[in-house]
């Protein structure tokens, strides 16, 4: 997942956003997406999800 995401310079962005993604499976989109927007200087990184994929036993 990573550099998947990137960050335009021009636009400023807020100290707190909010993410919502439809599906957790592993979190790897939502860590990918809260790194990016971290480096890029946003302080909070909210998450919201509709779904989670269960957890598979081994």
Do not use: S
Not at 27 to 43: C, P, Q, S, W, Y
């Amino acid at each position: 997942m990573c550099n998947a995401f990137v960050i335009n310079p021009h636009i400023p962005l807020p100290k707190k956003v909010l993410v919502i993604d439809d599906v957790w499976t592993t979190g790897a989109t939502i860590r990918e997406i809260a790194r990016v927007l971290k480096t890029a200087g946003v302080e909070r990184v909210y998450v919201v999800t509709f779904a989670r994929r269960p957890h598979m036993r081994r």
